[in-house]
């Protein structure tokens, strides 16, 4: 009665396209922050190596701000963001419909790299505001969709979702 839902493999990976890419990782950090992002990059790639891309993506950024405390330029975070998208694309070949999440992937990354940018330009603060207000929201319903999908509360059939919604008439005069 529920759809599967295709995302980016959870598990850690030990395959030359993961070990790759977080080797990039380690090297972009690294180049934008010197010695200090050196380590910061390795402990990513360590928790890369444990526990999978995930959490190459939620302790990297954590790392990011740590080996960044006075802020970043463009071009460093740029490099950095390109290496965390290579880790997780390098782990899509463990995906079932590799494609179709990489497709996502991409365009969830440029969709938020525009709207940073549009953020960040100067502009009214309101503007800014509901900019990411909307961006939110955006997140916001499609955890809310995942979490519907994932405990079952979903039905995917078509004849399903049309015969709740069609009107039945007993008497027709």
Do not use: K, N
């Amino acid at each position: 009665m529920s759809g599967r839902i295709e995302s980016v493999p959870a598990a850690p990976g030990r395959d030359w396209p993961t070990i790759i890419a977080l080797g990039l990782l380690v090297a972009a950090f690294g180049a934008g922050a010197g010695p200090i992002g050196v380590l910061g990059g390795l402990a990513t790639a360590l928790i890369g190596v444990v526990l999978g891309p995930p959490y190459v993506l939620a302790v990297g950024h954590v790392a990011l701000v740590a080996c960044f405390p006075d802020g970043i330029d463009l071009v460093p975070v740029a490099g950095i963001e390109a290496a965390f998208g290579a880790v997780v694309l390098a782990s899509l070949r463990r995906s079932t419909r590799p494609g179709r999440v990489g497709t996502v992937a991409i365009v969830s990354a440029f969709s938020l790299a525009a709207a940073a940018w549009y953020v960040t330009r100067p502009q009214a603060t309101w503007l800014a505001a509901v900019a990411v207000l909307g961006l939110f929201a955006g997140a916001t319903y499609g955890c809310h969709r995942l979490a519907l999908v994932r405990l079952g509360l979903v039905s995917t059939s078509d004849d399903a979702s049309t015969a709740d919604t069609e009107p039945t008439y007993e008497h027709e005069t």
